[in-house]
């Protein structure tokens, strides 16, 4: 099964989205299941994990409204309220629903840099290790030290950093972003999305071979098994269209056996999350 593990849909008379870049932008009108389902079939993709966006419930309501009625949306990862000391009871809700599969916060955005290590915080990512519920990490650089202490504090939580925790690609520097994704890599059963490295280089003139030292760093420490393909449709959009980041996706990994390919583009993302 290939899956793209992550993708985004949103509405812009439904939801405000006060990150999005301001009008003119080709990500200032709707995206939904039937902009996707098209690029999926012509690129022989099974489905899509779809990410949230908003931080709010609804917005997570709506994906799992979108999910139930499309085939291909194979999971959600929602958003819930970490700090809610009654987070269980929102998590009782969506859980109701099999295609509920993680958790995601954007706390790249916060202007506390320790927000991940806020005791609310804490709190309610050992309430989804309890649950066996996966974490995305929607991280930057100087976030990564702070995750070794996440995974001390809520054991057995599962998570995957998102878009390779975003490193400076436009500059083309690793100094600090490399050693500390070895560091984290090391946390068992940590994963990582290579998703989201486009619109993190020079979006005009960006070249595949700009990806490549950070794609083969990853994949040194975390492997096949542990690593996902991800688009970041339609965010990608602001850089490239979906086929140009899978090809960028391949030309950086270099050649690579079938099976390998298979678990990069499919396999991970299904066992992580528990894809059916």
Known sequence: MRIDAHQH???PERFAYGWMPPAPSPLRRYFGPEQLAPILARNRFDGSVVVQANTTV??????LELAAAHAFIRGIVGWVDLTDAHVGHRLDEFQKHPKFKAVRHPAHDEQDLRWLLREDVLRGLAELARRNIPYDLLVRPQHL???PRIAERAP???MVIDHIAKPPIAKQAM???AADME???QIPGMHCKI???ITEADPQSWKAQD???YVAHVYRLFGPERLMFGSDWPVCLLAGTWKEVLAAFTQALGPQPVEIREKLLGGTAQRFYGLE
């Open 183 to 185: 560091i984290v890599s």
């Open 156 to 158: 057995g939580l599962r």
């Open 175 to 177: 100094e600090g972003w």
């Open 9 to 11: 849909f949103w509405d």
């Open 58 to 63: 609804e917005e997570t309501q709506w994906l």
């Open 145 to 147: 030290p702070l995750i």
């Open 211 to 213: 990806l490549q030292p």
């Open 195 to 197: 998703s989201g490295m």
